[in-house]
């Protein structure tokens, strides 16, 4: 299966929002309710951000949510902040027990 | 606090072997789904592997089906990935992860990651 189509980069200013697509097909995203969003500064760990399109893991700022229509979810990231400046990848379930990743979007903060 | 981390990287010539582990230390790890997720230079992550808590279960991305294995050794806190018939496209930076799930039996999504261990796969 081919991989989740995110764009390549977004950028904001400090404070303003944006907001990330992640674009599968019928039997991942549109399928299945496990949609997950990781935040990646190079060279170090992944970090989970949003779980199942719009659920926040303990310690993640309220600023960032996720939703999800059709075969396409979305993290918004409000009130950007610098230290969010990363790679963010978008993750679903898919058929036969299998996960699939975006490409990843590069946030910049201008 | 979860720490995971992984070793085992290196160079490795096309067809060779390499064995990466990846030790566990705050969490319950016989309690846990574990993965192996990788990222190739430039790209962006593929999940690899999952492994049930009692390692009677395993699951694959087909590119490496018959080719690498995950298995685990609760005892020791240890996840491994014994990988063979290596290629140039395997070359990556090879993370694990615990797998958590929302309900149900089988992870939703991944939790903690370690920060990588690089595998370059060149003659």
């Known amino acids: 299966q081919s991989a989740l189509t995110q764009p390549r980069s977004v950028s904001g200013s400090p404070g303003q929002s944006v907001t990330i697509s992640c674009t599968g097909t019928?039997?991942?995203?549109?399928?299945?309710?496990?949609v997950s969003w990781y935040q990646h500064h190079p060279g170090k760990a992944p970090k989970l951000m949003i779980y199942?399109?719009?659920k926040r893991p303990s310690g993640v700022p309220d600023r960032f949510s996720g939703s999800k229509s059709g075969n396409t979810a979305s993290l918004t990231i409000s009130g950007l902040q610098a230290e969010e400046e990363a790679d963010y990848f978008c993750?679903?379930?898919?058929?036969?027990?299998?996960?699939?990743f975006g490409g990843g979007t590069k946030v910049t903060v201008l | 606090e979860v720490q995971l981390v992984e070793s085992g990287g290196g160079l490795v010539q096309p067809g060779g072997s390499l064995r990466l582990s990846c030790v566990a230390s705050?969490?319950?790890?016989?309690?846990?789904?574990m993965s192996w997720v990788r990222q190739p230079p430039g790209a962006g992550l593929e999940w690899v592997a999952n492994?049930?808590?009692?390692?009677?279960?395993?699951y694959y991305v087909d590119s490496v089906k018959g080719r690498f294995t995950i298995s685990r050794d609760n005892a020791k806190n240890s996840l491994f990935l014994q990988m063979s018939s290596l290629r140039a496209d395997d070359t990556a930076v090879y993370y694990c992860?615990?797998?958590?799930?929302?309900?149900?039996?089988?992870?939703?999504?991944?939790?903690?990651w370690g920060q990588g261990a690089l595998v370059t796969v060149s003659s």
């Open positions: 992860a615990t797998g958590l799930y929302d309900s149900g039996w089988y992870p939703d999504y991944f939790d903690s």
């Open positions: 705050g969490i319950t790890f016989s309690s846990y789904w």
């Open positions: 492994i049930k808590p009692d390692g009677s279960d395993t």
């Open positions: 019928s039997s991942d995203v549109g399928r299945y309710n496990h």
């Open positions: 199942n399109v719009n």
């Open positions: 993750c679903s379930y898919a058929d036969n027990h299998i996960f699939i």
